[in-house]
């Protein structure tokens, strides 16, 4: 089979490194949307890409409701085809779509019950939870809603609370909730795309750290804030609501509050190390959607050649 048709499927790898530069280099808003993006495309071409092994391979097996003609040799000489990988892309396939349909629906079950459970309290945007379990987290849908518990609003003075209703709102400005599902998403149809998620789920909470310190204009207060808030909910369960809040590596945050604010700038000159790293992004998913878009545009033409009228 033609290396071009492959080449969806690991392309991801040389994301790796991508994903290092951009959420160290990068300001965290111009990483999260760029690495967003990259992991979609790749997801998408390398399951398009098992989808055209899967067509391919179904040609052949005996009682296929295919066209007769899709399995002539004719056809099988015009196209990248492997018997084996075409067979194997039967269950991959079937593997992701039930991975991602499991992710979906876990992510609508945990909010749909957030939503329920928090029905009855007052406060149009912001809830306070009468529990013993220090959380936080932004829950999604309409105008959204910042959750927090009086554990956790006790153990924080009231700058850092006001810090942490800053953060908490960033992300529902900016819809993190959606960036974070994309990621999930895409990791689920590639597991190569695995380090992409880690480095978007990263970025999303530094970009709401960034929006926090310039919303309140202390950003020491906000890293007070982080890190006591860590430090309080590092007890709580994982299966309770909390589990909408990804806390991510605390102690890289708070450095890099107690470091000078990043530069607002969103695209770096390509001279730079975050430069090549936004250009190298690019390059690969451009490259993966092109070998992908090659292989359908081929699979396409040859097969409506072979079909009867």
């Not at 708070?254 to 936004?278: E, F, I, K, N, Q």
């Amino acid at each position: 089979m033609g290396v071009f048709v492959f080449l969806p499927l690991v392309l991801p790898l040389s994301a790796w490194p991508v994903a290092r530069l951009a959420e160290t280099r990068l300001h965290p808003r111009t990483a999260t949307r760029l690495l967003t993006a990259v992991a979609v495309v790749m997801a998408l071409c390398s399951t398009l890409c098992l989808a055209l092994l899967m067509v391919v391979g179904t040609a052949q097996l005996p009682g296929n409701p295919l066209p007769d003609g899709w399995s002539d040799p004719e056809v099988r000489a015009a196209l990248p085809y492997d018997e084996v990988a075409g067979r194997a892309a039967i269950p991959a396939l079937t593997v992701v779509a039930a991975a991602c349909a499991r992710t979906l629906l876990r992510h609508r079950r945990v909010t749909r019950r957030a939503r329920r459970a928090l029905a009855a309290l007052p406060g149009p945007t912001v809830a306070v939870l009468p529990d013993s379990a220090p959380y936080a987290y932004a829950l999604p849908g309409g105008r959204g809603r910042v959750v927090v518990t009086t554990a956790l609003l006790a153990g924080l003075a009231p700058a850092e609370r006001r810090a942490l209703f800053a953060h908490e709102r960033a992300h529902l400005t900016a819809c993190h909730h959606r960036h974070l599902l994309a990621v999930h998403l895409a990791a689920r149809a590639n597991p190569f795309l695995r380090p992409l998620r880690t480095a978007v789920l990263y970025t999303a909470e530094r970009w709401a750290d960034e929006e926090a310190a310039r919303a309140v204009g202390d950003r020491r207060t906000v890293a007070r804030a982080i890190g006591k808030a860590a430090l309080l909910s590092a007890g709580t369960p994982a299966p309770t609501l909390a589990a909408l809040a990804a806390a991510g590596p605390v102690p890289r945050r708070v450095a890099a509050l107690l470091a000078p604010a990043p530069a607002a700038r969103d695209w770096p000159s390509a001279c730079t190390a975050a430069g090549l790293a936004v250009w190298g992004a690019t390059a690969g998913a451009l490259m993966s959607a092109m070998s992908s878009a090659n292989s359908a545009v081929t699979l396409f033409l040859t097969l409506q050649a072979a079909t009867p009228l």
